[in-house]
């Protein structure tokens, strides 16, 4: 190649020299300096390009070797912002995480923590990549429901003959939600995995509850204010009702909670019939309209202790907490903004003085993340399952205390708190052993979401369905080598009750009646009720 070659011909066998040839260089040379060096250069770089190409694809390899090995890990699918946030925060509490999602972005955390295994989580194949029989829980967290509620069947599958795997499932609408937990909790058989679906809204404002909780004026029932009737402020509404009644100023007042919304009143009318417990520890008020004309109106709300404005557009919230000056009065953190990817905003208004961009009205306004929030594993962990064993343990000890008794009587009359494992598995067993005894009677679970009649047990079912709730129970007993005695000695493992329904005193057979009877009521607090399959049966 002559010394007069143009600057364009040399760039361009140059460039060749990357696929490993080019005619220019077939003669022998010499060769312009930027062309030599080229020639030496090219099949280094195209070494490079191929080793990294290998190490990639080993390290992938390496990788789903590692998932497919892992123990006690936790595998959580999809990729939208609950996964990889909840992924963060397992992480953070030092978990193992086995991420199964499409591709890798997101989620970011170092190799000890954090694994892959790209491909649908609905593939057998896919699951057993990560490990899943050998895994102590499996978040699907995917945008769409129907694909969780597939991803959790898959897990199923997978599991059968293995120890229950916990699977929680995200499912967007809350109606949903409490249909699909319903027909789940209605099963009859036991589940081969222990299935949740929970709503991020649901998780969030337990959540937000939990750390903030009611502190009730010394004269007077506590003020709520709730904006916006929407998924995340009907939770609020129904956890605020939770908290209120199981507090000693419950007895004498009820929490006043004021709903501004357009649909105020259809939406309170829809949340007392669901739960029917609301209007026992609320004094529910709906104001139908804008927020605006409903504080400059002749009927306004009383001064609210706290406010949650909760509507699903961010910057509507956010521009109704900076407008709405009539609410800033109740002192710090008292203004809850429902917020997602605004949240980060909080620094702006409460960081360091030097980093304020805004005033902070003097600490009022708190933004309040609803991803964040709830994607906090221990209350995703906190099932419903184990919700109602609670509530059934709560109400053995409401029947015991009508009897008479007291908690230093009997250990299983602790608080849930205090109560001992034994005692908390027979409560998670009878609210598992709920669809058995249902189907027993030819009934069923259904969310209340219309009007339809109470359901009353029979006298004849009530008998009957007592009867097999101790012979559950007698079983479980002797399985754990319990014996009969006349008076109960716990710490030797005997019982009064270890014997046939026939012969148990009426004591104890009113016991498991009573049970039975508050039933209906326990299952209207998580806002299902009992339905009849065929009429006369």
């Known amino acids: 190649m002559g010394d007069s070659a143009r600057f364009s011909d040399v760039l361009y066998n140059a460039l060749q020299l990357f696929v490993l040839g080019s005619p220019a260089t077939d003669d022998g040379g010499p060769y312009p300096l930027s062309l030599e060096i080229a020639r030496f250069a090219a099949p280094a ?24 090995r892992a123990r006690g890990h936790v595998v959580i699918c999809g990729d939208g912002p609950v996964a990889t946030t909840l992924s963060r925060q397992l992480r953070a509490a030092g978990h193992l995480v086995v991420h199964i999602a499409d591709s890798r972005s997101g989620a970011v955390g170092s190799r000890r923590s954090l694994l892959w295994v790209l491909g649908d989580a609905r593939d057998p194949e896919v699951l057993r990549a990560a490990g899943v029989a050998r895994a102590s829980a499996l978040y699907a967290c995917a945008e769409d429901s129907a ?102 100023p419950a007895a004498m007042w009820r929490v006043e909670v004021a709903v501004v919304d357009d649909a105020a009143t259809q939406v309170i009318d829809e949340l007392s019939f669901r739960y029917p417990f609301l209007s026992k520890a609320c004094d529910l008020r709906p104001y139908d309209g804008d927020l605006l004309a409903v504080l400059a109106g002749k009927v306004a709300p009383e001064a609210p202790d706290r406010v949650f404005i909760c509507h699903d557009d ?37 960081g360091a003085r030097d980093e304020r961009l805004f005033d902070e009205v003097s600490g009022t306004l708190r933004l309040f993340g609803v991803v964040d929030a709830a994607c906090d594993p221990g209350l995703i962990r906190d099932d419903l399952g184990e919700r109602l064993a609670r509530v059934v343990h709560e109400s053995y000890r409401a029947a015991r205390r009508r009897r008479g008794d007291g908690p230093d009587d009997s250990p299983s009359l602790a608080p849930w708190p205090r109560l001992a494992d034994l005692y908390k598995v027979e409560n998670r067993a009878q609210a598992t052993d709920i669809g058995r005894k249902l189907r027993a009677i030819e009934c069923v679970l259904a969310p209340r979401v219309a009007a339809g009649q109470e359901y009353v047990f029979t006298t004849q079912e009530v008998t009957r369905l007592a009867i097999t709730e101790h012979e559950r129970w007698l079983q479980a007993r002797l399985r754990e080598g319990w014996r009969f005695a006349e008076a109960a000695d716990y710490d030797r493992m005997l019982h009064p009750g270890i014997r046939r329904w026939d012969d148990l005193p009426e004591s104890i057979r009113r016991v498991n009646s009573d049970a039975i009877r508050e039933l209906p009521g326990i299952l209207a607090d998580y806002g299902f009720r009992i339905v009849r399959m065929r009429e006369g049966s």
């Open 45 to 68: 770089v195209t070494f490079y390009a191929l080793v990294e190409a290998l190490r990639l694809v080993f390290a992938a390899e390496a990788e789903r070797l590692r998932a497919r």
């Open 147 to 248: 694909t969780n509620t597939a991803i959790a069947l898959a897990a199923g599958r997978r599991q059968r003959g293995e120890r229950p795997l916990a699977v929680y499932a995200q499912v967007q609408d809350q109606e949903l939600c409490l249909a699909l937990q319903a027909r789940h909790l209605g099963t009859s058989e036991p589940p081969t995995i222990r299935l949740d679906f929970f709503n991020i809204d649901d998780v969030a404002a337990r959540h937000l509850l939990a750390k903030d909780p009611i502190v009730p004026p010394l004269d007077r029932p506590p003020r709520f204010l709730v904006v916006g009737a929407t998924a995340f402020g009907r939770a609020v509404v129904v956890e605020l009702a939770r908290q209120w009644r199981v507090l000693p």
């Open 314 to 350: 961010e910057q509507v919230a956010l521009k109704t907490a900076l407008i709405a000056d009539r609410l800033w009065r109740g002192g710090p953190g008292t203004v809850i903004v429902r917020q997602d990817q605004l949240a980060t905003l909080q620094d702006a208004f409460d």
